[in-house]
């Protein structure tokens, strides 16, 4: 998954920023990049998590990518 994606199931930069603890700066740099910095992208699920509590139901990982039954 690229940062970009992530952002689209976050819903906002800031929002993504927010669940990961940076800046939204930093949420900037990694979508230029295109990729998470090292040790980052494992952080995503945890992330998702904690956004998923403070804002409510988000896509999973999963949904949406031909997984499942």
């Not at 952080?43 to 999963?62: D, I, V």
Request: proline letters at 9%; a positive charge; glycine letters at 14%.
């Amino acid at each position: 998954m690229t940062p970009n994606e992530a952002v689209a199931l976050f819903g906002s930069q800031n929002k993504m920023a927010k669940a990961f603890n940076v800046t939204p700066p930093a949420i900037l740099r990694w979508r230029k990049q295109g990729y998470f910095p090292r040790g980052r992208e494992y952080q995503l699920p945890a992330a998702l998590e904690a956004h998923r509590k403070a804002y409510g139901a988000t896509p999973s990982l999963g949904e949406g990518q031909g997984q499942g039954g």
